[in-house]
């Protein structure tokens, strides 16, 4: 049970290639595209499933701007007379939120970020005994489901004095996003040619430098999209949260989730606020993810990750 | 060097992840309200467990969704990165990748409160079922148990998930393309090239999506927890369900315990197996 990464020799990233290399790629490019050939009934495959995709997007827009009434009467229609006070009582109900959600994330990601690089590297680059022994301590990590440990961290963080504070979150989050970073990553440095460490070592540079200089640049595009999908799964993660930070120390999707209690039907007018609140918590991560897209599309697409 | 490079990750999975987990396993054999010392019971949380209905409605339960969930999880989004694979245009390909990656914004919590309200008994499905006068048909979905639990696994369609479409579509793309062009030549139709090209080339796509599936179904919490919390009556009880009831709510900490553990031992053999029974295949 090895994951590993085999980096896809396909286009935009690589630009240390041979023009000749790249246009004998080209030239097969196009072969291969002649061989398979169902554009248009595809496309029209993918438009209804992406339509169908969509429909939760559109349900949250059209309805944060709706009232009760309206969707009783038409759940999909749209708002004719847009009800803004919707969004005026969702920021104010759920604002509070932002500045402390935002702080747990930027510091939980940017430390997964950091801490699995490292550990990437030492895995990738150095030599010692018990190297496989301890990536495997690692690796297991990823067999070991979330919600074993979710009880008893629960009392730990109790212990620790945590309950109410951000870093009561920040420690586990670190801590979860080790196992997937640190072994893609690792296989990610290990796929860097060999010459490039050469080269440096023979101008005198240290670890630290090639770390700094060679691996953090080269593993970046990788980094970035599994920081995205960090960013979004923090941000909108729940239960941890729910257990941890409460009343007015609510991260943001607790905090609109509290908005009404979870029964079958809640009253339909806090449920369109509560739906303009989940769409301005969208908008941050939406724009995140549209800046980022080339590099989540093209990180993850490029490297074949598999078991 | 290289232990200080390794230093932070193993300080927060040792104190943050390991300890837990042993945690876990420890308080399964004792009887523990959360604040009171631990008391040591052998194996009665889990002689208890065996002989509580609510718990073999669990398992069951997860079983059954797992059983449909899994495929669920993967076939549509396999599906998809192949028709976005066969499109010509690079261009073409990289859009239609952007526009299955761009719904995963969506805070999670959404969807399942938009579930919520398409299953309601006032709500869209009925609606439409009433507008074709299939009034028979109409059901409170979340409320009546038969359907239930039903309606919780088949939540979410059309099921397909921007991570499994990119990493489905990696693997596609991996294939050396004279192994293409070559079962072109053969002759080989669309459907004999998925079975016999792209399937087995993405099996190692298909076995880390399917460890993750399995792991991602049967520790799902917060659909039934928002959605039904398990009700009505142990309907939609799940184990993991029900290792948070019992533990957060009934304060019987080394109970739940004892619950999650045995799911973490199932779910750790599946795991394994897979991984068995895929690599023998290879």
């Known amino acids: 049970m090895i994951m590993t990464v085999a980096t896809v020799g396909n286009g935009a990233g690589s630009g240390s290639r041979s023009d000749a290399a790249r246009s004998a790629e080209a030239l097969a490019n196009r072969r291969r595209r002649k061989i398979r050939s169902l554009s248009i009934p595809a496309q029209i495959v993918l438009l209804i499933v992406a339509v169908l995709g969509y429909i939760p997007a559109y349900f949250m827009l059209s309805n944060s701007l709706r009232d009760g009434a309206a969707i009783g009467a038409s759940p999909f229609g749209l708002p004719t007379r847009p009800i803004w006070q919707n969004f005026a009582y969702a920021w104010e109900a759920s604002r509070f939120a932002y500045p402390r959600t935002a702080f747990i994330v930027v510091i939980s990601v940017l430390g997964i970020a950091l801490t699995t690089l490292m550990a990437g590297y030492a895995f990738a680059r150095f030599k010692f005994r018990e190297k496989e022994a301890l990536f495997y301590i690692v690796f297991g990590l990823l067999l070991i489901p979330g919600f074993i440990t979710l009880i008893p961290l629960y009392v730990e963080i109790t212990k620790l004095n945590l309950i109410g504070s951000s870093w009561g979150l920040i420690l586990p989050y670190l801590a979860g996003g080790q196992a997937l970073g640190t072994v893609v990553l690792r296989t990610a440095i290990e796929s860097i040619p060999e010459e490039l460490f050469e080269a440096a070592k023979l101008d005198g540079a240290n670890d630290l430098w090639m770390f700094r200089y060679i691996a953090v640049p080269l593993a970046a595009p990788l980094v970035i999209a599994l920081g995205l999908l960090n960013v979004v799964g923090l941000w909108g993660d729940y239960v941890l949260p729910a257990l941890i930070m409460q009343g007015d120390l609510a991260t943001v999707s607790v905090a609109i989730t509290g908005f009404t209690p979870p029964i079958i039907a809640p009253s339909l007018n806090s449920y369109n606020i509560q739906l303009a609140a989940f769409t301005i918590a969208s908008v941050p991560i939406g724009i995140l993810v549209f800046v980022m897209m080339r590099y989540f599309v093209s990180g993850l697409s490029q490297s074949a990750i598999k078991l | ?282």
């Not at chain 2, 489905?168 to 062009?181: C, D, H, N, R, W």
């Open chain 2, 1 to 282: 060097m290289a232990y200080g490079f390794l230093l932070p990750t193993f300080i927060l999975i040792g104190v943050f992840c390991y300890y837990p987990a042993i945690s876990a396993a420890v308080t399964a054999f004792t009887q523990w309200d959360g604040f009171n010392p631990p008391k040591f019971i052998g194996v009665d949380n889990f002689t208890r467990a065996f002989s509580d209905p609510a718990f073999w409605a669990a398992a069951w339960h997860v079983g059954l969704w797992t059983l449909i969930g899994v495929p669920l999880a993967m076939i549509p989004s396999f599906i998809v990165a192949e028709l976005i694979f066969r499109l010509r245009s690079e261009r073409a390909q990289y859009i239609w990748r952007a526009v299955f990656v761009a719904p995963m914004i969506l805070p999670p919590v959404v969807s399942i409160l938009i579930w919520q309200y398409l299953y309601g008994a006032d709500g869209p499905i009925n609606t439409v079922l009433k507008a074709v006068g299939k009034d028979s048909w109409v059901h409170s979905w979340l409320a009546e148990p038969q359907f239930a639990l039903w309606a919780l696994i088949f939540m979410g369609f059309p099921w397909v998930t921007a991570f499994n479409v990119l990493i489905f579509y990696s693997g596609l793309k991996a294939i050396p393309t004279e192994q293409v062009e070559a079962s072109a030549l053969d002759g080989a139709g669309r459907w004999k090239q998925i079975l016999h090209l792209e399937l087995p080339h993405t099996s190692g796509q298909w076995k880390l999506l399917l460890v993750l599936s399995i792991i991602g179904v049967s520790q799902n919490l917060m659909i039934p927890l928002l959605l039904t919390n398990g009700g009505p009556g142990t309907s939609t009880l799940t184990p993991v369900l029900f290792m948070y009831q019992r533990a957060i709510n009934y304060g019987e900490y080394g109970y739940g315990m004892a619950i999650g553990t045995m799911l973490f031992v199932v779910v750790l053999a599946l795991s394994i197996l897979n991984m068995r029974v895929l690599r023998a295949k290879d």
